[in-house]
């Protein structure tokens, strides 16, 4: 059997820092407001770099560190609901910018869930044994799709990109796996609606471009729907949350770290946050963790330690691995 192992992480974020003070003269807030509602400080907002260009620049530090040559990757994964074009597609420019030229490569649309599901996927591109090398990618510039006059969604999100090198190994790491979407609360979370043809009936309206969320319903489906399945990943592996190091969650609101390290009945440390640093980068926010988690020693990719990465977000789509990393 050929298994996948997580074997390098990285990530790269813009240099410029917003601060909730920097928004509050521009908008009718406050670094309380977003402070106690969030945990959010500061987030990172890209001045001229676009997505593929984060990617490219996370793909590039994975092959370094793992002293690869752009030709030795079989496929490239981009998650990304703020891709630089439809088409062509980010993964595809980051390919191209690297050159990876042996590599195929797509984007995954699957919001804050997608870098879990673009994961689970990859696993199985490598279980085929058809592919041994591969970069999974989360990478959003989402300040390129807020509306800056709504501060009920401005003051949330921020730039960034991170990702993993995944190689074929001959143990066992990705131990469990569940993919949800249920698309008949799609309207809950939604933006960058396709443009509408000469021909169409339905009426243009360019505010469905921007992110509209009704942010009390997401946070409830996170508490709720996302709880209840991490605990189900967890009774169906037969894997006890004492077993689990750390729970490595999309960062999205610091409140709902606590509340579910709550419902789930573990230690609030296991759930490591830097949102406070980062708001929510939707695709790349367990990436940037993850990659920072292994920067300052707490996660060491030796195989002995166990995370539980957990996605959630529009769609909607929620997405859990368990992985020996
Ligand atoms: N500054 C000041 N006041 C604000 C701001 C702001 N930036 N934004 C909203 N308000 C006001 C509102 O107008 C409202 O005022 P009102 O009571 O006079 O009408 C008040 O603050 C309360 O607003 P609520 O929306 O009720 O605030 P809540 O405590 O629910 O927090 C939040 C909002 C932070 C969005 C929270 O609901 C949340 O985090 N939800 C989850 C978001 C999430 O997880 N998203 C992930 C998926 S996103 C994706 O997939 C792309």
Known sequence: MVYTKISQVAHYVPKQVVTNNDLSQIMDTSDDWIASRTGIRE?????????????????QKLL??????????????????????????????????????QAFAF??????????????????????????????????????????????????FGDGAGGVLLEASDDCRFLAESLNTDGSRGGLVSGQKGL?????????????????????????????????SILMTLSQSGIAHEQIDYFLLHQANIR?????AKKIGVPREKFPANLMSYGNTSAASI?????????????????????????????????????KI
């Open 43 to 59: 987030r990172r907002i890209s001045y001229d770099e676009n997505t593929s260009d984060l990617a490219s620049q996370v793909a």
């Open 64 to 101: 370094d560190k793992a002293n690869l040559t752009p030709e030795d990757l079989d496929f490239i994964i981009v998650a990304t609901i703020t891709p630089d074009s439809m088409m062509p597609s980010t993964a595809a420019l980051v390919q191209g910018k690297i050159g990876a030229t």
């Open 107 to 156: 984007d995954m649309t699957a919001a804050c869930s997608g870098f879990v599901f673009a994961l689970a996927t990859a696993d199985k591109f490598i279980q085929s044994g058809l592919y041994k090398k591969g970069i999974v990618i989360g990478a959003e510039v989402f300040s390129k799709s807020l509306d800056w006059n709504d501060r009920s969604t401005a003051v949330l």
């Open 196 to 228: 509408m043809s000469p021909f169409s009936r339905q009426e243009d309206d360019l505010s469905t471009q921007y992110i509209k969320m009704d942010g009390r319903a997401i946070f409830d489906f996170a508490i709720r729907d996302v709880s209840k």
């Open 256 to 260: 709902i770290l606590d509340k579910m």
């Open 287 to 323: 990436p940037i963790l993850l990659s920072e988690l292994v920067e300052d020693g707490t996660i060491r990719l030796e195989g002995c330690q166990t995370v539980l990465l957990s996605g959630f977000g529009g769609g909607l789509t929620w997405g859990n691995l368990i992985v």
